[in-house]
């Protein structure tokens, strides 16, 4: 089974994680209540001091009025005042920076103070036409008369002797004062966002450590192989974020019922298969005892000297060797469920090179048809396992090397030591392993379907399918690894132990 993958790899731009979306939401946010705030703070403001701009306007333009329509001191010293710009602008009590036009009927005069200087300027022709196109307003209006003068604020009004004339105050005071004010918002309001952002990503990040925590517990569960063997799923969400009350609370209580859920089924699954383990155990420990009885009758009634008839020596027979292969095969099975218990093998140093002689000389012995070559390093190697179950392993690959190929067919078995491991390779020029059959060749009663048909009854070896996943679960033990590699002319297992 294979383990559970990793989070999968996505292409394309990374998405934004949730603590930069919230922090931006709250920054985007207070920018645009700053910047409303702001600008209505602006308006408000600069209404209130144009309106003062126009009382003061209007009182301007009332002198003005006096002025040139010939009331007041001028008219008691009997002067006569020409209805100018001029004597507007010379007029008493006239704020600074006022500017004035006259239209007495014929010709139109124009003039203003300047603010800085105080002297009396006229205004340009150009200038001149844009006011002359407000002669008749007798509300304030604003004009832009363009070039140093700005924005103005104009009215006009008849004089009692009817003289048209228009009075400006500049607006340039209100402007500033707005200008600044807007400059100390933008200010206030950027450093507020700025300070906003480093709180909010502060408190975001503080706010999304339980779901970190909920995350790493996963990812150690996820990590688990919970596929096989005992495991017990212990590793729990702290209970501090398991309050249902807030969201990440709800994820980690849900995370902790289904590692419940999860660990009782485990614990199900595992008391199950301890179930059958025992089982296989005690069924194959008590096969053999019968099955002992069955090969010892059976050789005594075949020695007892008595003469029987050809068939019934024959059946005795095959009575005694199904019974040793039987024999055989409770063995293995009785192996595996012990292997499968997890029960400690022996572990020793072992000296692989006499291992390696034995069990080439015995599978010598018994395959004279095949070439056996061995090719030993020069000093000997010693590696950490149980002598009797590595004598097995060989001897499972061995046999296999034998019964699975030809008569004829070369078969080297190699030692070499290898960093910490040493590494016995047993490597046949047979036919090869069928592909199909290479993903599931360790697991138990895998075998070829030649093998199949070698059913001992016809004079065939009786292969079961155990030999290699007995191989496999005897290596693992030992902390080693098997590998296979086989195409026609050339299979090879590849068995690494740790060196002693
Ligand atoms: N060297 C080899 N060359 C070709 N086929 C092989 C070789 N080794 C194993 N096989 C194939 O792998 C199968 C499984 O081998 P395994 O040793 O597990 O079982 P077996 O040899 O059939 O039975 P057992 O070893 O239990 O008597 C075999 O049936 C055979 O088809
Ligand atoms: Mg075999």
């Given at each position: 089974m294979s383990h559970p993958a990793a989070a999968p790899k996505r292409s394309g731009r990374a998405p934004w994680t949730l603590r930069r979306r919230l922090v931006l939401t709250v920054v985007g946010l207070l920018a645009l209540v700053s910047i409303v705030i702001g600008a209505v703070s602006v308006a408000i403001l600069r209404g209130s001091l144009v309106d003062r701009l126009d009382v003061q306007l209007a009182s301007a333009a009332g002198r003005s009025g006096s002025v040139i329509g010939g009331d007041g001191d001028n008219d008691n010293r009997g002067f006569f005042i020409a209805p100018t710009a001029d004597a507007i602008l010379r007029g008493p009590a006239q704020p600074p920076g006022l500017l004035a036009l006259v239209f007495d009927g014929s010709t139109i005069t124009t003039g203003y103070t300047d603010?800085?200087?105080?002297a009396i300027r006229t205004l340009e022709p150009r200038q001149v036409q844009l006011l002359a196109d407000h002669i008749k307003q007798s509300t304030p209006v604003t004009v832009d008369l363009e070039g140093s003068l700005g924005q103005y604020r104009v009215v006009a009004e008849t004089s009692r002797t009817g003289t048209l004339y228009l009075v400006g105050l500049p607006l340039s005071g209100v402007n500033s004062t707005a200008t600044q004010l807007a400059a100390i918002i933008a200010f206030v309001s950027l450093a507020g966002i700025l300070l906003v952002a480093a709180l909010a990503a502060w408190i975001v990040r503080f706010a999304l450590r339980p779901l970190q925590r909920v995350t790493e517990t996963a990812s150690r569960v996820a990590s688990l192989p919970l596929d096989r063997g005992e495991v017990s799923l212990v590793d729990r969400v702290p209970e501090a974020d398991t309050d249902a009350r807030t969201e990440v609370g709800r994820v980690g209580l849900a995370l902790n019922r289904m590692l419940d859920h999860v660990d009782l089924a485990l614990e199900t699954r595992q008391a199950s298969e301890r179930k059958v383990r025992q089982f296989v155990s005690d069924a194959s420990h008590e096969l053999r005892t019968p099955l002992a009885s069955i090969r010892g009758y059976s050789e005594l009634t075949r020695r007892s000297g008595q003469e029987l008839p050809p068939d019934a020596m024959h059946a005795l027979g095959r009575i005694e060797s199904e019974s040793i292969r039987m024999t055989g095969l409770v063995e293995d099975l009785l192996l595996l469920a012990r292997l499968d218990e997890g029960r400690e093998l022996e572990l020793e140093p072992v000296d692989l090179t006499r291992l390696l002689v034995d069990a080439v000389s015995d599978a010598h012995a018994a395959g004279r048809d095949h070439v056996w070559n061995l090719d030993l390093p020069e000093d000997p190697i010693q590696a950490i396992g149980d002598p009797a179950r590595l004598h097995q392993v060989l001897a499972n690959l061995l046999a296999n090397a034998r019964v699975h190929t030809p008569a004829g067919t070369t078969v080297t078995v190699a030692l070499a030591a290898e960093n910490d491991r040493a590494i016995v390779t047993v490597r046949d020029d047979g036919p090869g392993i069928p592909e199909e059959l290479q993903t599931t060749l360790f697991e138990r009663f895998a075998r070829g379907d030649t093998s199949r048909s070698r059913d001992s009854s016809r004079g065939g070896t009786g292969s079961t399918g155990l030999g290699l996943a007995i191989v496999q679960a005897v290596v693992v033990a030992l902390h080693g690894d098997v590998t296979v590699s086989s195409e026609p002319g050339r299979t090879e297992f590849r068995v690494s132990l740790p060196l002693a």
């Open positions: 603010n800085e200087s105080g």
